[in-house]
Antibody
Framework: QVQLVQSGAEVKKPGASVKVSCKASGYTFTSDGISWVRQAPGLGLEWMGWISVYNGNTNYAQKLQDRVTMTTDTSTSTAYMELRSLRYDDTAVYYC??????????????WGQGTLVTVSS | DIQMTQSPSSLSASVGDRVTISCRAS??????LNWYQQKPGKVPKFLIYAASSLQSGVPSRFSGSGSGTDFTLTISSLQPEDFATYYCQQSYSTPYSFGQGTKLEIK
């Protein structure tokens, strides 16, 4: 069965960086993309971007473009999301998710369990 | 960027009711529209893609419709486990934006 297992909760100070990992199993890792979505406390889902595991191409939300990097390690079927220059409003649960293509569209069908990143001084 | 707007933001209904949630895109997205369900403290669950295609295992009381800019999610007969927040998402162009969510509560 498809599983995405994320790294544990993090507490960071403003200005620091955080790197969240997401280990995939149960499917061919290079066949699909990985998307990252975050959810601030009590708020909705925010799409952060995605990475093609096949060729490493990335597409980031413009508001995060300068601070986020998404990578994958195909040898360990693990995806990573690094967010730099953390701000208080980056406090959120961060999800990795499998992004599947169908025709010209895409959907997220499996999600990691989420990683809470708290930015606090 | 494409903006997705859901209405209503919250909705109270009873078990057995028929419920409709709307999602509007700021420009045409053809039928590249997904729906997700999220319960408090839980991971989102994938329900529908391509506006009306039900993901495997999703109960048939859920249905989706629409194209262009206007879409709906319908639950034909609410069950106790359906009370949750529902999100639409477009995959026509990046960023693959979500709607703000519709919270479905028990009346």
């Amino acid at each position: 069965q498809v599983q995405l297992v994320q790294s544990g909760a993090e507490v960071k100070k403003p200005g620091a960086s955080v790197k969240v990992s997401c280990k995939a199993s149960g499917y061919t890792f290079t066949s699909d993309g990985i998307s990252w979505v975050r959810q601030a406390p009590g708020l909705g889902l925010e799409w952060m971007g995605w990475i093609s595991v096949y060729n490493g191409n990335t597409n980031y939300a413009q508001k995060l473009q300068d601070r986020v990097t998404m990578t994958t390690d195909t040898s360990t079927s693990t995806a990573y999301m690094e967010l730099r220059s953390l701000r208080y409003d980056d406090t959120a649960v961060y999800y990795c998710a499998r992004l599947r293509d169908y025709g010209s569209g895409s959907y997220i069908d499996y999600w990691g369990q989420g990683t809470l990143v708290t930015v606090s001084s | 960027d494409i903006q997705m707007t859901q209405s209503p933001s919250s909705l109270s209904a009873s078990v057995g009711d028929r419920v409709t949630i709307s999602c509007r895109a700021s420009q045409s997205i053809s039928r590249y529209l997904n729906w997700y369900q999220q319960k408090p403290g839980k991971v989102p669950k994938f329900l529908i893609y391509a506006a009306s295609s039900l993901q495997s295992g999703v109960p048939s009381r859920f249905s989706g419709s629409g194209s262009g800019t206007d879409f709906t999610l319908t639950i034909s007969s609410l069950q106790p486990e359906d009370f949750a927040t529902y999100y639409c998402q477009q995959s026509y162009s990046t960023p693959y934006s979500f709607g703000q969510g519709t919270k479905l509560e028990i009346k």
